[in-house]
């Protein structure tokens, strides 16, 4: 079974800093999908960004971007010049290629941006 | 692209009484899941919908838990019977076909059993 492990509970950033993330995942499949979602306190979790696990580039989108290293099964992200609405909790998924393609979520990281 | 819907968003209810929640997916998304949040955790997976083939049901699912998708638009997740340990975010996510799509999710609908 897939597992994802987001070891930090919690992590706070000045604003206009640079803050990582970390994420690793267990898995057997040799082809998949990672994502990070953001869910603000009392607001749906949007999707911030995703990586396919076939492409050796790291995903960018704006101010974040991941450093997916497949070896070791780490999909970490780095939030750039970090915003007040930046804070929020961070989930890292990951689904398999499959029909189905159900997200298997860690537990969650809090992040906190200090003014 | 209205988004994910779901209602009601909250709901409170005594122990032993039955729930229905609703999720009306974005339109021509033909995947549809249900996920369970409580507090402080991630979501987890509770069933899968591909049209209105309900294809996969987590072990999480137990019998008390039922979920449909009739016309393979909105579905429904009831819980019947409920239980204290029942309370929690209920997620609902859609996506289009394709390996890899995106899941949107919705607002959730918090239940609260008392």
């Known amino acids: 079974a897939q597992t994802v492990t987001q070891s930090q509970p919690e992590m706070s950033v000045q604003e206009a800093e640079t803050v990582t993330l970390s994420c690793t995942y267990d898995t057997s499949e040799s082809d998949y999908y990672l994502f990070w979602y953001k869910q603000p306190p009392s607001r749906q979790m949007i999707l911030v960004i995703r990586q396919e696990a076939y492409k050796q580039q790291n995903a960018t989108e704006n101010r974040f971007s991941v450093n997916f290293q497949k070896a070791a099964k780490s999909f970490s992200l780095k939030i750039s010049d970090s915003q007040l609405g930046d804070a929020a909790m961070y989930f890292c998924?990951?689904?398999?290629?499959?029909?189905?393609?159900?997200?298997?979520f860690g537990k969650g990281i809090t992040l906190s941006v200090r003014p | 692209d209205t988004g994910v819907s779901q209602n009601p968003r909250h709901k409170i209810t005594k122990r032993g009484q039955n729930v229905t929640f609703r999720c009306d997916p974005i339109?021509?998304?033909?995947?549809l899941y249900w996920y369970r949040q409580t507090l402080g955790q991630g979501p987890e997976f509770l069933t899968y919908?591909?049209?209105?083939?309900?294809?996969?049901k987590s072990r999480l699912l137990s019998d008390r838990f039922s979920a449909e998708r009739p016309k393979g638009s909105f579905s429904t997740l009831e819980i019947q019977r409920t239980e204290q340990g029942d309370s929690a975010m209920y997620l609902c996510a859609s996506r289009s076909s394709g390996t890899g799509e995106t899941q949107y999710f919705g607002p959730g609908t918090r239940l609260l059993v008392l």
């Open positions: 919908f591909q049209n209105e083939a309900q294809l996969e």
């Open positions: 339109s021509e998304h033909n995947r």
């Open positions: 998924a990951y689904s398999y290629t499959g029909a189905n393609s159900k997200l298997t």
